[in-house]
């Protein structure tokens, strides 16, 4: 059976803040500081702020493709289209033409993103009141059907880099994130696909160690297969870790893990994700491999996101020389513990280091 696992809401924002170096903005900050009793009603108060900065910025723009019949040539003529005209004596040219137009699909999904929250039952009324004020901004503009967005083709450049955070945000409402309350608690309960917040929480996660730990180097490190002199590499899948950090010979490969089961059973014994165990292994030996000759200590870290399993991953095993862990990290608690936890997995390796 499966088991759900939840987030305290204001979690969920200052999981964003890492994410998102956007919402460090200082009209962003008066959002830690509310009371939200439902993450829609979060997400609304985000895209108002965000949404605003926008505004005074300007939207973004886009060339479009435009055909229009006109007295005087702009663009491209279409000749087909402009012989029809003059043989039914119109003296005018169709012209092929483009436009700089804000009817582009990064607005699009913003303001059918606005619409769905507004219609929403559970964002308060101050943030319906923000959100209607918001929508006249964007008369011009077409809504789009959540289903026929291709998220992969958004491409964001210096010109449109500050939709990032508002189209993540976009992205967490259409994906149908649902609320369960429970009296005196409000936790974000697990939806159709957890691959939504698994991409937040692996974000989170190396955000957090490149801001809070300014002398580790952490990427999301590609590893080398080490292969028998002459052998083809051909088809072998690349390896991209989730999180690598390092400093100076230390490295520590983390694959951050969010699932709604975080152990196998099989007759009433319980075990890690064998392909998750596999995963992780290949990942440190061929790191290992890759350094031989120098000095250098390669471990490696499976970090579930906490269920509500009565049994949770919490191991530590030696594989040929190598560390390799299991553990959680419970995202159902205060922050400030969250942050102890992940501090403690950097100080537990790499010793007491400079925080930011």
């Known amino acids: 059976m499966t088991q759900d696992k939840s987030i305290f809401i204001k979690n969920i924002y200052y999981m964003l803040t890492y994410a998102f170096s956007d919402l460090h903005q200082s009209c962003m900050e008066d959002i830690a500081v509310e009371k939200f009793d439902n993450i829609h009603d979060l997400f609304a108060s985000i895209l108002v702020n965000g949404i605003s900065l926008q505004l005074k910025r300007g939207l973004h723009r886009t060339y479009l493709e435009r055909q229009d019949v006109l007295p005087v040539m702009r663009g491209k003529i279409n000749l087909p289209e402009t012989i029809r005209n003059r043989i039914a004596h119109k003296n005018v040219l169709t012209c092929n033409y483009d436009e700089l137009s804000e009817n582009n699909l990064f607005n699009q999904i913003l303001k059918t993103t606005v619409r769905l929250l507004f219609k929403h039952g559970e964002v308060s009324a101050k943030n319906k009141i923000a959100l209607k004020k918001i929508l006249p901004f964007f008369s011009d503009i077409d809504e789009i059907k959540p289903a026929a967005i291709l998220w992969t083709r958004l491409g964001f450049q210096r010109s449109n880099q500050t939709y990032q955070l508002l189209l993540g945000i976009c992205r967490l409402v259409f994906d149908g994130l649902l609320l369960t309350t429970t009296k005196g608690e409000h936790k974000l309960a697990s939806f159709l696909s957890d691959e ?43 390896m991209q870790t989730d999180i690598t950090l ?42 290992e491999a890759e350094l031989a000759g120098t000095p250098h200590e390669v471990a490696g870290l499976i970090l579930y996101a906490k269920t509500n399993e009565a049994i949770q991953p919490d191991n530590s095993y030696t594989m040929s020389g190598n560390r390799i862990q299991a553990r959680t990290l419970d995202l159902n608690c205060d922050f400030s513990v969250i942050v102890s936890a992940l501090d403690y997995i950097v100080q537990s390796f790499f010793g007491s280091l400079a925080v930011l």
């Open 196 to 238: 939504c917040l698994h991409r937040l929480y692996e974000k989170f996660i190396l955000a957090f160690y490149r801001k809070r730990y300014p002398l580790l180097h952490a990427h999301p490190a590609q590893i080398p297969w080490i292969l028998d002199p002459d052998d083809s590499r051909a088809m072998l899948p690349i």
């Open 246 to 287: 390092s400093l100076n010979n230390k490295i520590l490969i983390i694959d951050a893990k969010y699932y709604s089961q975080t152990l196998q059973h099989q007759y009433d014994s319980f075990s890690i994700h064998s392909h998750n165990l596999y995963q992780i292994f290949t990942y440190v030996k061929n790191k």
